[in-house]
């Protein structure tokens, strides 16, 4: 996403520093090429965890795009943007591990289709008195994340019902009045698109082998996990091969049901990352010198830090890193680490997963410069914290016709204050 650096500038002066910065024409167009290769006949829904700003949530029920909520204001949120509730058709789905606060009462008042992944939410909603239809997230025991704490498949990852626990599960559901009307995997996305595709193919097969045991099933869900190229956007892996693959992996389960089979995915990522920009202001440039304990560098000192982008501290992610002089003048590239005001040392946003610096070769910023950190739209506000009683970075959006509005303001004091109670229990 290419915003010009005058933009930059006005937005950063009217709004403050550090902001998120949303562009809907870039949107838009993930949002239709996932609808390019759902078109025959796939459901794509939208991992709203990944980004749940209102707007986002406006643009996917637009293009009906239908929702993946994880927690009972998840699903709140959905339906405030004008998704509905109810199960004809599914349009949310809350897929989770552990009913939590308001996460069953939701389920149960709004009719949204309970897509468990543990015997024991299939035990909780029986006891509230639900007799209705289920999905199952099974954990395949395959699949990849883009590091380990984000594997969702596999023997050490905490999602799903193991699939050989499936039958036995699903056996107790059906006894307790509950109809699978659903499975459904999430293998993650690892760095690499073929192995996405394998997997997905593979996933497919495994379900199709298991359909003559649910003779209730309407839908299969193979999960998200497109993978979005950080480190080149331009050179993202074109989707179109999904479309073939995903047609095949209906065919492969409508054939092995004898019916037809509502084939899903839930991509988060894809739809969102290449969407936002996180802007922040550059506040001093410092330095370290080389002795005995290693090497020394040199620190752009910014507004933002892990309150706002937490991947990089948490994954190591890479995260592209623009600097847009205040004076627009050239500068001699240099290797920088960037890091923030958090009162953390790996408030860093240049380092990878073994906590180590790695110093970006960057046009050497200078102090009111500003510091465009890109790819952040998903998992990117989402995220953000009030770690240090910072309060969140406000949300810009910028339209097709250049127009801006404001889609969150900064939070202030008074909101971080406000669930402060002094009650007697
Ligand atoms: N469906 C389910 C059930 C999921 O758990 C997830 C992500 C998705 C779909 C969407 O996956 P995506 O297409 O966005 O890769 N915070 C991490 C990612 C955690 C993913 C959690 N589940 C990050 O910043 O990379």
């Not at 643009?59 to 509730?85: C, F, T, Y």
């Not at 596999?154 to 509950?178: D, F, T, Y």
Request: net charge negative; with cysteine; charged share 20%.
């Amino acid at each position: 996403m290419h915003i010009e650096s005058d933009l930059l500038r006005s937005l950063a002066e009217k709004v403050g520093t550090p902001f998120w910065l949303y562009s809907a024409p870039t949107i838009r167009e993930r949002i239709s090429e996932i609808r390019e290769v759902t078109a025959d006949g796939v459901q794509a829904r939208f991992a709203m965890k990944s980004c749940p700003a209102t707007r986002v949530l406006e643009e996917m029920q637009k293009a009906g795009i239908w929702i993946d909520a994880v927690s009972g204001n998840e699903v709140l949120r959905a339906m405030h943007a004008g998704h509905p509730g109810g199960q004809q058709p599914p349009v949310i789905l809350y897929t989770s591990d552990v009913f939590r606060d308001n996460g069953l009462p939701v389920v149960l008042e709004q009719g949204i289709l309970p897509n468990v992944g543990s015997a024991g939410m299939l035990a909780d909603l029986a006891a509230a008195g639900y007799r209705g239809d289920v999905s199952i997230r099974v954990n395949p025991g395959f699949g990849h994340g883009h590091v380990n704490s984000c594997d969702t498949g596999g023997p050490s990852s905490k999602h799903g019902i193991w699939l050989e626990q499936l039958g036995e599960v699903a056996a107790k559901a059906e006894a307790a009045g509950l109809r699978v009307v659903m499975l459904h995997a999430h293998i993650g996305s690892g760095p690499r698109f073929e192995e996405l595709c394998e997997n997905l193919e593979r996933l497919a097969g495994e379900f199709a082998a298991l359909l003559p045991q649910f003779p209730h099933l309407q839908g299969v869900s193979l999960g998200g996990g497109i993978p979005h190229n950080y480190r080149q956007a331009d050179a993202q892996i074109p989707l179109a091969p999904l479309r073939e693959l995903f047609a095949r992996c209906r065919e492969t389960l409508c054939r092995a049901a004898g019916r037809p089979i509502r084939v899903e995915i839930e991509p988060g990522r894809y739809f969102v990352a290449s969407g936002c920009v996180l802007v922040a202001r550059v506040a001093d440039v410092k330095t370290t010198s080389t002795n005995e304990k290693g090497q020394g560098a040199t620190f752009a000192m910014v507004d933002a830090g892990f309150v706002d982008l937490v991947r990089p501290a948490m994954y190591g992610s890479y995260h592209r890193i623009e600097v847009v002089a205040q004076d627009g003048g050239e500068r001699a590239v240099g290797p920088i680490v960037v890091a923030g005001p958090l009162c953390e040392s790996g408030d860093v946003f240049t380092r990878d997963d073994a906590e180590l610096l790695v110093p970006r070769d960057l046009p050497q910023p200078v102090a009111g410069d500003l510091l465009v950190l890109h790819d952040a739209g998903a998992y990117g506000y989402a995220m953000s914290s009030n770690y240090n009683s910072i309060g969140r970075a406000p949300q810009v959006w910028l339209e097709a016709d250049g127009s801006t509005s404001l889609i969150s303001r900064r939070e202030t004091l008074e909101d971080l204050l406000r669930a402060e109670v002094n009650e007697a229990i």
